[in-house]
C-alpha cells in the first residue's frame, strides 16, 4: 500500500494534477508574471509610500462630504420631489403624479394649515 507522500505523485515524482500544491512548482512559487492577473501595479507594490495613507484619508474625507450633503439636502426637503414621484410610480401607477409646482404648493399649503413643530 503506498503512503500518502506517493499518492500526490505520479511515478516521476512530480506533482500530481489534482495535488494542492498545483500552483507551487518544484522550484518554489510562481514569479509574478506567472500569477493569475499579472504583475502588481507599481501603485500596489509599494505598500510603504505616503500615497496609501493620503489616499484613505482623501477618500474617507470624500464619504463624510457626501454624508454631509445627504443629510442637508434631506433636512431642507431637496429630495422630496423625487420622493413623491417614486412613491406615487410604486404605489398609484395608474394615477398621473402632480407636476412639481403642483407639489411644491401643496406641501407649502399643508405645512401653512398644519405648522406642526416649526417656529415659524
Known amino acids: 500500500m503506498p503512503n500518502s507522500s506517493m499518492s500526490l505523485r505520479d511515478s516521476g515524482g512530480a506533482p500530481s494534477a489534482g495535488a494542492c500544491g ?25 505598500s510603504g509610500s505616503a500615497a496609501g495613507p493620503t489616499r484613505r484619508a ?34 398609484h401607477p395608474d394615477e398621473p403624479a402632480l407636476t412639481e409646482r403642483q407639489f411644491w404648493r401643496q406641501r407649502m399649503d399643508d405645512q401653512d394649515r398644519n405648522p406642526g413643530a416649526r417656529c415659524c
Open 58 to 91: 482623501l477618500a474617507g474625507a470624500a464619504r463624510a462630504g457626501r454624508a454631509v450633503r445627504w443629510y442637508v439636502t434631506n433636512l431642507m426637503g431637496d429630495t422630496a420631489y423625487a420622493t413623491y414621484v417614486a412613491h406615487h410610480r410604486r404605489h
Open 22 to 46: 498545483a500552483d507551487v512548482e518544484e522550484f518554489g512559487p510562481r514569479p509574478a508574471s506567472a500569477r493569475p492577473g499579472g504583475p502588481r501595479p507599481p501603485e500596489q507594490a509599494r
